[in-house]
């Protein structure tokens, strides 16, 4: 046989059982997730109702910026995505598609997964308060404040809620507001001592942020490359590592200061 004939009947018998795998694969599930931009929430205003900041032993501030976290919406634990869904992801700017793991790290159950959500909520804005009140050199004892937002699980929103209560209870330090009365949208999670952390699906909250009227978005440096992939048009990037980095930066934005970037 010729060696062209040789080669390509070689390549047709190695392809056969190629296209008989794909053909399992499309039916079978898979161990990722389809995630779209989620939700956004102003921390300085209300949720059904009920301010999502609430401060007692000082006058809280007036504010008309915003100051809005984000979220991604992906499908759930338990649901299957198969092939068919991830090759359709992978050709949309609107869509992700990330490892089950990624998204719901504790495993278990749907009920399991949203009580471990909550419980990261929780120890989140914990974190947050305490962030605020050692930037602003101030004791639980001589202020009180009370965080609520529903239907909202995880450590992401940690950042956005201590630069609501800085805002709230020092404004820019100089009688004005700390967005300047902007929309700035941002994510990151945050310990006690200010340290601002990463959090996974920036490209998608960047779409949520410009989709819901931002202008800024605060994101954790280590996750410029990732939020830059796919920005959109008229959102500024300003990457941030700690609390104080950033509040140092809007007032920066406000006076027309030097303003780090991505």
Not at 85 to 99: I, K, N, S
Not at 167 to 188: C, F, H, V
Not at 212 to 235: H, Q
């Amino acid at each position: 046989m010729h060696p062209r004939h040789s080669r390509l009947r070689n390549l047709a018998i190695g392809t056969a059982p190629v296209v008989a795998l794909l053909a399992v694969v499309g039916f079978a599930p898979l161990p990722f997730s389809v995630a779209q931009p989620g939700l956004t929430a102003n921390v300085l205003g209300d949720d059904k109702g009920a301010p999502v900041i609430t401060i007692e032993g000082r006058p809280a501030r007036h504010t008309t910026g915003q100051l809005r976290m984000t979220t991604i919406e992906a499908t759930g634990p338990s649901a299957e995505v198969g092939i068919r869904d991830v090759v359709r992801a992978w050709f949309r700017t609107d869509q992700a598609v990330m490892p089950r793991d990624s998204v719901y790290p504790s495993g278990g159950s749907d009920k399991e997964i949203t009580e471990h959500n909550r419980a990261e909520m929780k120890e989140s804005q914990d974190s947050a308060t305490a962030a605020a009140l050692n930037y602003l050199h101030l004791g639980p004892k001589q202020v009180k404040v009370t965080l609520n937002l529903a239907d909202v699980g995880g450590p992401s929103a940690g950042l956005l809620f201590s630069l609501g209560i800085v805002d709230k209870l020092d404004g820019n330090g100089s009688g004005g507001e700390l967005t300047g009365g902007r929309t700035i949208a941002g994510t990151g999670t945050i310990d006690a001592d200010g340290s601002v952390g990463a959090v996974g699906g920036v490209s998608l909250k960047t779409r949520a942020a410009r989709r819901d009227g931002a202008t800024v978005f605060l994101v954790p440096k280590d996750e410029c490359s990732d939020a830059r992939a796919e920005l959109p048009s008229g959102l500024r990037l300003i990457p941030v590592t700690t609390l104080s980095g950033a509040v140092s930066a809007l007032k920066a934005l406000d006076k027309g200061g030097d303003v780090p970037g991505c």
